[in-house]
């Protein structure tokens, strides 16, 4: 029988944080608790995906979830790299790193696809867009539940159109990316609760919905408003369990961080994080995924491995302030509605 999100014990998804913090320690401790933990396909190897899946099956045997990245060719114009290339030199020098070259790939889509098909997790969720019908339809009818990320009610009917099974509304308040479906568009800023009741309005599919959910009264908002599961990122940022960079950790929890912001300068997506000097410093990078994030990419390496967080990108939603250092399973029960 396929997995259903409204029959989790907590109704509470851990989202699937790439870059690190999404480990298979956390993905099952999530789950263990009574809630869905999910594992992050982004910036990994298929081999490297694949064993994490099956790392966390040996820590669980609840359900997990895995999550892809869906890329889009962009348009953008060389020159604007270049210009973008010729304005980072300055951090070249400030941490004796090169900028690196920008290039475009699917995140090795075809090959994390396999992956999928042959580990069968109970659910995949997609991000940066839909699937086609078909894809959707073979990942179905194999037994994973399929789930699209949106963040408006546009997205929400190509999804539930394409067949997915379940939607993830993401409001703006989330930190990290936006799962906008054209990278190029400045995203929806509905705020999440009058996001998640437009896309109720439109489709019965279950609904797993988050940004900026930070406290129980967060979470029960979401639920009273109509998702059938809260998504933890932030606040499981300080789980004893989670992969988060030493230097996130400590922003997180340094009083000189004092708000959020969006930013296209680490990754040419738009990304919500503690607002920095980088931040501040990059105000128009170009609208160019991932190529921006390869030509930072060395960068915030060597800004990472100097401690300095005015260098790296410290992705965080809203709520941050709330994060607190605790197991996945107290952090949960802190946050159930």
């Known amino acids: 029988m396929a997995f259903d999100v409204r029959e989790l014990t907590l109704p509470i998804v851990g989202a699937p944080m790439a ?6 320690e956390l993905a099952a401790a999530v789950t263990n608790a009574g809630g869905l933990g999910f594992l992050a396909a982004g910036y990994k190897t298929a081999e490297q995906f694949a064993a994490q899946v099956a790392a966390a099956r040996k820590l669980t045997s609840g359900p997990i ?23 980072l030199e300055d951090e070249a020098k400030r941490y004796g790193a090169a900028v690196g070259e920008p ?15 042959e580990q069968l997790p109970d659910v995949v969720s997609f991000t940066f867009g839909c699937p086609d019908a078909g894809t959707l339809r073979a990942l179905n009818d194999g037994g994973v539940v399929t789930a699209v990320t949106v963040t408006s009610a546009a997205e929400a009917r190509i999804a539930e159109k394409n067949g997915a099974l379940a939607l993830v509304v993401q409001g703006p308040e989330a930190g990290g990316h936006r799962g906008t479906f054209d ?13 998640l009741a437009e896309v109720a309005r439109i489709t019965d599919l279950p609904l797993i919905a988050g940004g900026g959910v930070a406290t129980r009264r967060d979470a029960a908002a979401v639920v009273d408003a109509g998702a059938a599961a809260v998504q ?14 030493p230097v996130n950790r400590t922003a997180l929890v340094d009083p000189a961080f004092t708000e959020t912001a969006t930013t296209r300068a680490f990754t040419g997506r738009v990304a919500r994080g503690l607002r920095n000097r980088f931040m501040d410093s990059h105000p128009t990078a170009p609208a160019a995924y991932p190529q921006v994030h390869y030509m930072t990419s060395p960068l915030r390496a060597a800004a990472a491995a100097r401690g300095d967080a005015q260098g790296v990108h410290l992705w965080a939603g809203t709520g941050f302030r709330e994060a607190r250092q605790a197991s996945a399973a107290e952090i949960l029960a802190e946050l159930t509605p």
């Open 232 to 245: 933890l990122g932030t606040a499981l940022l300080l789980a004893e369990e989670a992969g988060t960079n």
């Open 19 to 24: 870059g690190g913090p999404s480990t298979p």
């Open 183 to 195: 990278a190029d568009a400045e995203p929806d800023s509905t705020p999440l609760l009058e996001l």
């Open 103 to 117: 290039r475009w790939d699917n995140d090795a889509w075809e090959d994390k696809l396999r992956v999928v098909m």
């Open 65 to 87: 979830g895995v999550n892809l990245f869906v890329m889009s060719a962009n348009q953008t114009r060389s020159k604007d790299l270049e210009a973008y290339g010729r304005e």
